[in-house]
């Protein structure tokens, strides 16, 4: 199954560093190696429409390709209960979009932790930061 991702919901520990600071690595990294994969992926059907589709967008923004849009929308997490507020936001998501029935089912959530499980992603729970 194929799904059009226009968004992404991060919950990010700054670790003292500037949000603007890990949001662009986060978009310089990720960009930079989807890019790659697509490129070498001889078995995607959409592997010219997407290069053509990440060039054309980057021609806007004088770069060579752009997957992510430049602004992004951060929002501090300023006590437990809009952290916890947020992070139940993101696990409904997919059960809001009708991608899934219950939030362990999708594959890169943290949901599949915080329900006793391990996911595909390397997570550190709410609880051990707070």
Known sequence: MVYNV?????????????MSNIMRDLKRHSSEELHKAIKVNNKESRKEWMIWMMERAGKINNVNFQLWQPESHP????????????????????????????????????????????????????????
Do not use: C, V
């Open 6 to 18: 226009k968004y992404l919901h991060l919950i990010i520990g700054t670790r003292g560093n500037a």
């Open 75 to 130: 929002i501090e997490l300023t006590n437990n209960n809009i952290a916890y507020q947020k992070l139940e936001y993101i696990h409904n998501n997919p059960i809001e979009a009708g991608f899934i029935t219950k939030a362990e089912e999708w594959q890169y959530s943290s949901a599949i932790d915080y329900n006793g499980g391990k996911g595909l992603l390397e997570i550190i729970q709410l609880e051990t930061l707070m």
